[in-house]
């Protein structure tokens, strides 16, 4: 059983940049796929990024590639999303998920934080 804990959204201007923080504040922190995954008004929850705790192996969605970047902190047990360049399709509620694997499909991942929202402004 994992509990994950999302820190760090809020407004920003396009062009700005915002920290997420994934924390597991319960259960193990190794052996577990955690992504980042968002959801804007009228859309479907779409992957951002993903980092396996034990192999530390990353991967970035297209749609972010060159502007977002996906790290894992086992001292700390969080998982974070730098986002540069931010733009206003950019905006939506961020949540973390972890599961055995980083799954392409959102439907696979068990635990769930509550989502973050980040609005990208101006």
């Known amino acids: 059983q994992l509990r994950l804990v999302e820190s760090g959204g809020g407004s920003v201007q396009p062009g700005g940049s915002l920290r997420l923080s994934c924390s597991v504040s319960?259960?193990?922190?190794?052996?577990?796929?955690i992504g980042w995954f968002r959801q804007a008004p009228g859309k479907e929850r779409e992957g951002v990024g993903c980092?396996?705790?034990?192999?530390?192996?990353?991967n970035v969605a297209d749609s972010v590639k060159g502007r977002f970047t996906i790290t894992g902190n086992s001292v700390k047990k969080s998982i974070d999303l730098q986002m540069d360049s931010l733009r206003p399709d950019d905006t939506a509620i961020y949540y973390c998920?972890?599961?055995?694997?980083?799954?392409?499909?959102?439907?696979?991942?068990?635990?769930w934080g509550q989502g973050i929202q980040v609005t990208v402004s101006s």
């Open positions: 998920a972890a599961d055995r694997l980083c799954w392409s499909d959102p439907k696979n991942f068990n635990f």
């Open positions: 980092v396996h705790t034990s192999s530390g192996t990353a």
């Open positions: 319960e259960g193990t922190f190794l052996n577990y796929g």
